[in-house]
């Protein structure tokens, strides 16, 4: 069986959120992505099903631009 998570990067949780001075956006400039800690425990459910033999493979999957590689 293959195993597949889908994963989200989000904004670290110890990172506090700032605003465009406008008002119109979050100002992601020098701010610290993660993954979402749902997401992680999803990961590492599947890593647990792939050593304990009952998945053959983990797929880890996330949709977004190419920064989206640093967190897998």
Known sequence: MKVLVAVKRV?????KVRVKSDNTDVDLANVKMALN???EIAVEEAVRL???GTASEVVVVSIGPKACQ???
Do not use: L, R, S, T
């Open 50 to 52: 792939k050593e304990a």
């Open 11 to 15: 904004i670290d949780y110890n990172v």
């Open 37 to 39: 800690p749902f997401c």
């Open 70 to 72: 640093e967190q897998i």
